[in-house]
């Protein structure tokens, strides 16, 4: 029997409202708290996905009882301070790209997971993608040399 894992979530953007879709669909996982500066556009969010508790403090869905882990969708200035403060809450935390905005601030962030031994990962799992894996042996290998690279994402379905 596997267990149900609660969740908060940070951010209403674009990405935030795309994990909601994609966690819709994990039957063991509950969003139970989403925080996000707008309570007027939190609320009604939470509402769509039935999410009983919603603040504008991050601090608040942590201290919620039962929450194990954060996923953050907050602007990349956010990222690493709140990360950090999902790890000395005792929380896993899944941050949306980039980690930080700066190395030093991924550093502190990194450190922390290694003192908590606490799940902390990004979101950037291109990585897997056969593309990106043939490149990355090409690059290894010494057989290819980047000298620039341009990369453009969307968070937008287009019709």
Request: aromatic share 4%.
């Amino acid at each position: 029997m596997i267990r149900k894992i609660n969740l908060a979530l940070a951010g209403v953007g674009a990405f935030g409202i795309k994990h909601l879709d994609a966690l819709q669909h994990i039957e063991d996982v509950e969003v139970v708290s989403l925080a996000n500066p707008n309570l007027d556009k939190t609320k009604t969010v939470a509402e769509k996905y039935g999410i009983a508790h919603v603040t504008t403090e991050l601090a608040e869905s942590l201290a919620l009882p039962g929450v194990e882990a954060v996923i953050l969708c907050t602007p990349t200035p956010m990222h690493a301070a709140q990360a950090s403060q999902c790890l000395q809450a005792g929380k896993h935390v899944q941050v949306e790209i980039p980690l930080a905005d700066n190395f030093a601030d991924g550093e502190v962030v990194a450190r922390l997971q290694q003192e908590t031994a606490l799940v902390a990962m990004c979101g950037h799992t291109r990585r897997f993608n056969p593309s990106h894996q043939w490149l990355h042996k090409r690059i290894r290998a010494g057989q290819l040399h980047l000298q620039q690279m341009d990369v453009q994402t969307s968070p937008f379905k287009v019709s």
